[in-house]
């Protein structure tokens, strides 16, 4: 699997949950074509295969709704923080994140 920097890490070779080397990507933000926005933007983070699908569902990160809208705030927070790095205002960035990403989870 090719790893790419993403915006949330610069660490793209250890898994973000565990500290172990990473084999996979979990974008942070998903679904339809969100996902593929997403990789555009780098939200994602690099985890082992154990914390992203292996492991019981409390303790790993597809199947656990709690995980899951974590992620979702995380990859949310990670856009507008390299936003306003970017030169735009907190309430700009937001209100460009909701318009991109047709939401928010804030």
Known sequence: MKKTKGIVT???????????PTTEEHHLLFGGSIR???EEDGI??????????VNDVKNRIHDNPMAEKLSKIAG?????????A???TEADAREAFRK???GSEL
């Open 10 to 20: 610069d660490y793209p070779n250890i898994c973000i949950y565990c500290g172990r």
């Open 44 to 53: 994602k983070v690099p985890c082992c295969s154990y914390c992203h699908t």
């Open 76 to 84: 949310q927070l990670a856009w507008e923080k390299h936003a306003v």
């Open 86 to 88: 970017q030169g735009m």
């Open 100 to 102: 991109r990403y047709n």
């Open 36 to 38: 593929r926005l997403a």
